[in-house]
C-alpha cells in the first residue's frame, strides 16, 4: 500500500532564506512522485514531479525536489523565499502497477509561512 | 478548453439529504478521483477510477457511491448526509498515473 508523511504541518521563513519542506512515502513498487501547492481558496497546482530519470527534479517558480529512494524521501527545496510563496503544499505518490495502481495519495499537507 | 469542471461549487444539505457532486473533464483522462479536504487532514481519497465502467474505493468511501459510465463523467453521490460529510470536496483527473493530475475548483459541501 502507498502513503505519503509531510513532516511539519507549518513551517515559518523569513523571506530570502532556504525553504526545506520534507516528505516521506512508502510504495511497493516504483512511484512516481508529485509535489502540489494550494493557494487560499484554489485547487491544486503541479510544482513539480518524479516519474524516471534524473533524481533532481526542477519545477516552477524555483521549486526543486531530490528523489532518494534509499531513504524513501522526495524533500522539496527552494534556495530563496519570496512572499509569493506563502501556500500550503502536498506531496504526492502514485504507483504504475501493483494493488494501488492508478491512486494517486496526498501527505497531510505543509503550510508555509514567509515573514519579511 | 474547461479541464476538469465541478459542480455545484457551494451546497448546504440537511441531514439525511442526498445529491450528486459533478464531475466533468474534456481531456479524455482515463484516471478520475474525489477527494476531500479536511484542516489538517489533506486530501484523502474517496474513490477513484482507471477507465469507464472501473472504480475502487479509497481512504474514505464510507457514505459516497461512485459509477464512471463514460469517460468524461464522474459522478460522486451522497446516499444520506451526515455533518461530518462537510468538506471541500475535489474532483481531478489525469492522463496516466505518472502524469499530471488537473483538479476541480471545488466544492464546498455545508450539511446542517
Known amino acids: 500500500a502507498q502513503s505519503v508523511t509531510q513532516l511539519g504541518s507549518h513551517v515559518s521563513v523569513s523571506e530570502g532564506a532556504l525553504v526545506l519542506l520534507r516528505c516521506n512515502y512508502s510504495?511497493?513498487?516504483?512511484?512516481?512522485l508529485f509535489w502540489y501547492v494550494q493557494y487560499p481558496n484554489q485547487g491544486l497546482q503541479l510544482l513539480l514531479k518524479?516519474?524516471?530519470?534524473?533524481?533532481l527534479v526542477k519545477g516552477i517558480n524555483g521549486f526543486e525536489a531530490e528523489f532518494k529512494k534509499s531513504e524513501t524521501s522526495f524533500h522539496l527545496t527552494k534556495p530563496s523565499a519570496h512572499m509569493s510563496d506563502a501556500a500550503e503544499y502536498f506531496c504526492?505518490?502514485?504507483?504504475?502497477?501493483?494493488?494501488?495502481?492508478?491512486?494517486?495519495?496526498f501527505g497531510q499537507g505543509t503550510i508555509l509561512t514567509v515573514h519579511p | 478548453n474547461a479541464g476538469v469542471t465541478q459542480t455545484p461549487k457551494f451546497q448546504v444539505l440537511k441531514t439525511g439529504q442526498s445529491m450528486t457532486l459533478q464531475c466533468a473533464q474534456d481531456m479524455n483522462h482515463e484516471y478520475m478521483s474525489w477527494y476531500r479536504q479536511d484542516p489538517g487532514m489533506g486530501l484523502r481519497l474517496i474513490h477513484y477510477s482507471v477507465g469507464a465502467g472501473i472504480t475502487d474505493q479509497g481512504e474514505v468511501p464510507n457514505g459516497y457511491n461512485v459509477s464512471r459510465s463514460t469517460t468524461e463523467d464522474f459522478p460522486l453521490r451522497l446516499l444520506s448526509a451526515a455533518p461530518s460529510q462537510t468538506s471541500v470536496y475535489f474532483c481531478?483527473?489525469?492522463?496516466?498515473?505518472?502524469?499530471?493530475?488537473?483538479f476541480g475548483q471545488g466544492t464546498r459541501l455545508t450539511v446542517v
Open positions: 504526492a505518490v502514485s504507483e504504475d502497477g501493483g494493488t494501488s495502481y492508478g491512486k494517486l495519495t
Open positions: 481531478a483527473s489525469s492522463f496516466t498515473p505518472g502524469a499530471e493530475a488537473f
Open positions: 518524479y516519474t524516471t530519470g534524473a533524481t
Open positions: 510504495s511497493s513498487v516504483p512511484p512516481y
